[in-house]
């Protein structure tokens, strides 16, 4: 009786691990040639023009997720301002990408805010995390907060910085040297599958007035909300789920991105109806439908 007992104990807890696992939603490495930075010679005045936004290098949402370092509300023009980059780190890099770029929000940091476009339709338990240098010179303070209302208004509360627990809004001790990763999580439940969630972050430090931060490796991860058994997304049926047989079946004619639980896609296929997965190991996949919806798919 205690064997059998421990087998389920064991079996549950395999199993709400596997559940709880979260998947990458969005990620920004800053390594690709095709952002648009800015130099110091070709700053621009933000309130009048501002700096162009920066697309994810992966969105699993309908939506790509976007980035943006924009002047503060209530700051008068002419404000230059601009942004670059420089060596970044790998803290939290993800499919094994190197150190490369990092982005460096340039001056004055004081009255400008790096804003991300973060929609989280189909997603839920919302956690982001990103790697954070500061010159010599630099703040040595991240102040966030959030808004479910697309920039409306803006929400401190319901933020766990770096596992502190509720109520902690900032992070006051940014290295010099090295990248450190900082891990924040929403535990508001309006910011799950909202399409309008912005995530922002301000600059500060009482004591210098001068240089900049380099922000790496930007991820935003989150638990698929979906049925487990059998669930139906925009009337296609995804069966077995769990799967055991090899084979997973959909209820009609559909196109299929598979993304392991770091964003990397191991799988695409075109006017399917199954899917092998034979080829896969066991675990947790995220699988893209007709680039409209997703869904979580347990492999046993």
Request: hydrophobic share 35%; proline share 5%.
């Amino acid at each position: 009786m205690k064997k059998i007992l421990l087998t389920i104990a064991v079996f549950l807890l395999v199993s709400s691990t596997q559940l709880s696992a979260l998947s990458l939603v969005h990620y920004w490495n800053f390594n690709g040639t095709n952002v648009p930075y800015l130099t110091e010679a070709s700053s621009r005045d933000v309130v009048l023009t501002p700096l162009t936004p920066i697309q994810t290098d992966l969105s699993l949402t309908t939506t790509p997720a976007t980035l943006i370092y924009q002047v503060k509300t209530g700051t008068a023009s002419p404000f230059m301002s601009y942004w670059d980059t420089t060596t970044g780190g790998t803290g939290n890099a993800r499919n094994g990408d190197a150190a490369g770029n990092c982005l460096r929000p340039r001056d004055a940091w004081s009255s400008m805010e790096l804003v991300l476009n973060i929609p989280s339709k189909g997603f839920r338990n919302l956690k982001i995390m990103y790697d954070v240098q500061r010159s010599g010179s630099g703040p040595n303070v991240n102040t966030y907060s959030y808004s479910v209302d697309g920039g409306t208004s803006w929400i401190k509360t319901g933020l766990n910085v770096n596992g502190k627990g509720l109520g902690t809004d900032t992070i006051a001790t940014i290295p010099a040297t090295g990248f450190a990763t900082e891990s924040i999580t929403i535990t508001d439940p309006a910011a799950e599958n909202n399409a309008n969630l912005k995530f922002r972050i301000w600059f500060s430090d009482p004591k210098n007035t001068a240089g900049n931060n380099r922000i790496d490796n930007i991820t935003v991860e989150g638990d698929i909300l979906a049925v487990v058994n059998s669930p139906v997304v925009n009337e296609v049926s995804m069966y077995p789920n769990p799967c055991t047989t090899g084979v997973v079946n959909f209820g009609s004619m559909v196109n299929l991105e598979v993304f392991n639980l770091v964003g990397k896609q191991i799988k695409a296929l075109a006017k399917t109806t199954t899917l092998n997965t034979e080829d896969l190991a066991k675990g947790i996949y995220t699988v893209r439908i007709n680039s409209v919806s997703t869904q979580k798919l347990i492999i046993e």
